[in-house]
Structures are given as structure tokens and as C-alpha cells.
């Protein structure tokens, strides 16, 4: 079966959602970052899989549910960082960050009976969600990171290659407060959206 990775960042102020600072404290930032997470876990958790890993950057708290392994991010650029993480994969992986709490476990289903690759474009110009049937470390690594050109720069590697590319639905990441409250609001009662709500009331960026 395949196996399911997560990249991610120990939610600690300072370290994570930076552009969320201002209007959220550092504090209040880390907070985010851990719902987000979370939910995202438990996505994951709920999904068909081999294996479940996460990569972190840091270390494992209690937001972490059973049933996964952890291992390190390894150093480098992020392009570096997911080729590694890949590298660990003996088969079909799907791999996925903590930026997107409104995934779900049908989003995370995947079946590589078609499809050499899966692609889950951002909004942003990035990805959400990359899956080889052969994980490949190449097919990531010198990918420029963190521009609006990222995802089109990926998906065109993956057809460079060869691969047959399945997309996966267009999600939104969250980097900005705009971002924050428009994910929010398409899993209300998640927990990114009730941290969402305590950080907005104690800021006081909510509407008036």
C-alpha cells in the first residue's frame, strides 16, 4: 500500500508561520501552525495506508497521534529536504504538508493503478501533495521552491520524465491571515478554525 508523508515543522513562535506575524503574535502563529498540523494528522491517520511518516523539522509533541514513525528532516533547501524524504520510500508514496488543514482522507486516497504520478496544485503556484509510484529523489531535487512558478516547474519534471500525471483537486495553502480565514471557513469545526477563531478574538482582528 502506499505510504503517506507529512513534512513539517515543530509548531514553535518564531519558527513557523512567520507570515502570519502580524496580525498574529509569534505566539498565536505557532498556534496555527499546530492546529493546522494536527488536523492535518488526523487526515492522514483516517487515509488508506502502508505506512504513515512524518518528517519533521524539530521535535514530536503531543499533537501527534499513534501510528506514525518519525524521522528527520535532513538539511538543505526544501527541494532537497522533500527528494530525502522520498528517498526513505521503497514504494508508492504520497507525500503532503502541513499547510492545508481542509484535506481530508478521500483527498489522501490514491490509487496508482493509472497513474505514474499524482500532482496537487496550490493557489499560491505551488503543491500541496506530490505521489511517485517510484519515488525518485531527482524528480525534486533543483526544483526552484517557494515561487509562484514551483508547481508548473514540478508537474512539467514529472512529464519530462515520462511519468502519467494525475491531478489531484486545487487546495489552498495557508501563509497569510486572508489565507487563514479562507481555509477556516471551509472546515468549520476543525481545530485550525476554532484556534482560528481564540487568536482573532484575543488580537482583535475579528470584523467590528
Known sequence: ?????????EPRPGK????????????????????????????????????????????????LP????????????LDERLADAFAHCSGPALL????T??????????????????????????????GLADPDPALLRGVPMSTPETGAVQRQRLLAAG??????TRLRDVDTAADATAVAALVPHGRFAAQL??????SGTGRR
Open 101 to 130: 488543514p481542509q484535506v481530508t482522507p478521500a483527498l489522501l486516497t490514491v490509487d496508482f493503478a493509472e497513474c505514474d504520478a499524482y500532482f496537487g496544485p496550490a493557489e499560491d503556484g505551488g503543491f500541496w501533495a506530490l
Open 163 to 168: 511519468l502519467r500525471v494525475c491531478d489531484l
Open 1 to 9: 500500500m502506499t505510504t503517506l508523508l507529512v513534512i513539517a515543522k
Open 16 to 63: 513557523v508561520k512567520t507570515r502570519l506575524t502580524p496580525p498574529f503574535s509569534p505566539e498565536q502563529a505557532a498556534a496555527l501552525a499546530e492546529a493546522a498540523l494536527a488536523d492535518t494528522l488526523d487526515a492522514v491517520a483516517a487515509a488508506p495506508a502502508g505506512r504513515r511518516v512524518l518528517v519533521l523539522d524539530g521535535d514530536p509533541g503531543p499533537w
Open 96 to 99: 503532503i504538508g502541513m499547510d
Open 197 to 202: 477563531a481564540r487568536c482573532t478574538t484575543h
Open 66 to 77: 499513534p501510528g506514525f514513525d518519525v524521522v528527520p528532516q535532513r538539511p538543505g533547501g
